[in-house]
């Protein structure tokens, strides 16, 4: 089956900092990826999606100064968290379907971000 | 706009207990439906779909059924065990090429 990983599964920085999490299809492209964020207990939000080759487009109230994607191959998509505060602090899951759409995604394993 | 409501957890079941998880959705057109499991600090796996009303979708003993007239795809299984305590994810794929998540339903299943 397709998979997707996310590196690094885990992240601890300070207030400030940036941080680049990445996210990559193994075995299939994906032309489209997304970026979701879930707090504890909570379902998945979903924050941008990543276009290979053009700008992300980003969800109503996502700041995109802020959480900066780049979709640099068909296997790569990159999300960093500039300037990382606090309230920062959450899982952060991409997710991508088939090349050539499709309405099933499959997840990566998720990324914990902690800012102290 | 698109939405889906599942029941609120945590659902706490003994071993080989049923279980149903009641999901329902709003959308527009006849979304794809789906549930996904998520297992403690990990990411979202694919449990089943269902594309078209009356569809039955399942896999590990789980099933849920496209229900049009009802905007329903309850999950079920008939005997659950410890190893599914996990969170669910009741899901539609929208006319916009995206993904709406329920809020999720934990389930703690004890032996």
């Known amino acids: 089956g397709a998979v997707v990983s996310q590196h690094p599964s885990w992240v601890i920085c300070k207030s400030g900092t940036s941080v680049k999490i990445e996210c990559r299809s193994l075995d299939f492209q994906a032309t489209t990826m997304f970026w979701y964020r879930q707090f504890p207990k909570q379902s998945l939000m979903l924050m941008a999606t990543?276009?290979?080759?053009?700008?992300?487009?980003?969800e109503q109230g996502v700041e995109k100064d802020k959480f900066l994607i780049n979709h640099a191959s068909l296997t790569l998509s990159t999300l960093t968290v500039t300037s990382a505060h606090p309230e920062d602090s959450s899982f952060y899951i991409c997710?991508?379907?088939?090349?050539?759409?499709?309405?099933?995604?499959?997840f990566g394993p998720g990324t914990r971000l902690t800012v102290l | 706009g698109d939405s889906v409501t599942q029941m609120e957890g945590p659902v706490t079941l003994s071993e080989e207990a049923f279980l149903t998880i009641n999901c329902t959705y709003t959308a527009t057109g006849y979304p794809s439906l789906f549930w996904y499991v998520q297992y403690p600090g990990e990411g979202l796996q694919l449990l089943l779909k269902?594309?078209?009303?009356?569809d039955k979708g399942s896999n590990k003993g789980f099933e849920a059924t496209y229900r049009k007239e009802t905007t329903s795809f309850h999950l079920e299984k008939g005997s659950v065990q410890v190893s599914d305590s996990a969170v669910y994810f009741c899901?539609?794929?929208?006319?916009?090429?995206?993904?709406?998540f329920g809020q999720g339903t934990e389930l703690s299943v004890k032996p």
């Open positions: 997710s991508a379907p088939l090349a050539g759409g499709g309405d099933t995604q499959y």
């Open positions: 269902a594309t078209k009303a009356d």
């Open positions: 990543s276009n290979e080759g053009s700008k992300a487009t980003y």
């Open positions: 899901a539609l794929y929208n006319q916009g090429g995206k993904l709406i």
